[in-house]
């Protein structure tokens, strides 16, 4: 069974980098065909996917969050990190990785595991 884990940076200043990493012991992320997601939940909002991360390496991102995220992986440690650049209080939010078999317009597909989340603050 694999467990994905959520690190927890807590307070972000703005317009600081978030960085955020996943791990999943019991799993690797470099096998099989799946897609290695980082989804986040504003307080009372809904979910928006942000981009993902392929077996394969490859990665996709949210058309709108693009130019400010980027999602690389360590193999080795079997993690995957999520960095957010110049964030304002609105990426306050509720911060989730997750894994899928897909993504379509982002909303995954076949997703059967995601981690318990961690809250993220932006505030001065």
């Known amino acids: 069974q694999v467990q994905l884990q959520e690190s927890d940076p807590g307070l972000v200043k703005p317009p600081q980098t978030l960085s955020l990493t996943c791990t999943a012991p019991g799993g690797s992320i470099a096998t099989g065909h799946y897609y290695w997601n980082w989804i986040r939940q504003p307080p009372g909002k809904g979910l928006e996917w942000m981009g993902a991360i392929f077996s394969s390496g490859s990665t996709s991102y949210s058309p709108s969050l693009k130019s400010r995220t980027s999602i690389s992986r360590d193999t080795s440690k079997n993690q995957f990190t999520l960095q957010l650049t110049s964030v304002t209080p609105e990426d306050t939010a509720l911060y989730f990785c997750?894994?899928?078999?897909?993504?379509?317009?982002?909303?995954?597909?076949?997703?059967?595991?995601r981690g318990k989340g961690t809250l993220v603050t932006v505030s001065s």
């Open positions: 997750a894994r899928s078999r897909g993504v379509v317009g982002g909303n995954l597909y076949g997703m059967d595991y």
